[in-house]
Nanobody, 123 residues
Framework: QVQLVESGGGLVQAGGSLRLSCAASGSTFSTYTMGWFRQAPGKEREFVARISWRGAGTYYADSVKGRFTISRDNAKNTVSLQMNSLKPEDTAVYYC????????????????WGQGTQVTVSS
């Protein structure tokens, strides 16, 4: 059974940085695309970033491009999201997700999800 556990969320001032991590178990981690999504109160869950199974291909939402960096360590079964220059509009619950599909950017393309970690950016 696939299990994804996020960590690293918290409260940070605008302009600050946070690093989220996601530990995966129960699957052949290195063969899956990994993604990060977020959901703000009253809004739909939205795509943030994804990384291919080898780590060579990354893709970002326009709203985070140039500020966030996704990476993975297949030896440790982890995926990370380095978030710099944070803005109040980045406040949301951040979710790690796993998909057997090559390049999904939509919620429906990910059958496996973590429980989420809260990120709050104060102005």
């Amino acid at each position: 059974q696939v299990q994804l556990v996020e960590s690293g969320g918290g409260l940070v001032q605008a302009g600050g940085s946070l690093r989220l991590s996601c530990a995966a178990s129960g699957s052949t981690f290195s063969t899956y695309t990994m993604g990060w999504f977020r959901q703000a109160p009253g809004k739909e869950r939205e795509f943030v970033a994804r990384i291919s199974w080898r780590g060579a291909g990354t893709y970002y939402a326009d709203s985070v491009k140039g500020r966030f960096t996704i990476s993975r360590d297949n030896a440790k079964n982890t995926v990370s999201l380095q978030m710099n220059s944070l803005k109040p509009e980045d406040t949301a619950v951040y979710y790690c997700a796993q998909s057997p599909v090559a390049a999904p950017s939509d919620v429906g393309g990910y059958p496996y999800w973590g429980q989420g970690t809260q990120v709050t950016v104060s102005s």
